[in-house]
Nanobody, 123 residues
Framework: QLQASGGGLVQAGGSLRLNCAAS??????????MGWFRQVPGKEREFVAGISWSYGSTYYGDSVKGRFTISRDNAKNTVYLQMNSLKPEDTAVYYC????????????????WGQGTQVTVSS
């Protein structure tokens, strides 16, 4: 239902753009809050960024503020995460998610999850 892509290997200071495409046969992202989370082995899933369904309000985790930008294209049923000034500590598997409501930064707000895409930042 959610297909994340765009991950890869990049040097510190570089940029990547992650994409999260939703199947129109399943749902339209315009009716959902959309979020990006990341996870490294042995740690809990961490909130990265979220965007509301109504006014497109955006929210960011403290560690990525000023470097990452979340956006959505409802016509393409796709959410993006532009990641700039990447740091080695940004290395993780990144997941996109769609939810019906609740606190954007909490995993409990989300119902659908993508399969994850690996981002590796070398120093």
């Amino acid at each position: 239902q959610l297909q994340a892509s765009g991950g890869g290997l990049v040097q510190a200071g570089g940029s990547l753009r992650l994409n999260c495409a939703a199947s129109r046969r399943t749902f339209s992202i315009s009716s959902y809050i959309m979020g990006w989370f990341r996870q490294v082995p042995g740690k809990e899933r961490e909130f990265v960024a979220g965007i509301s369904w109504s006014y497109g309000s955006t929210y960011y985790g403290d560690s990525v503020k000023g470097r990452f930008t979340i956006s959505r294209d409802n016509a393409k049923n796709t959410v993006y995460l532009q990641m700039n000034s990447l740091k080695p500590e940004d290395t993780a598997v990144y997941y996109c998610a769609a939810g019906g409501g609740g606190t954007v930064a909490l995993t409990t707000a989300y119902v659908y999850w993508g399969q994850g895409t690996q981002v590796t930042v070398s120093s």
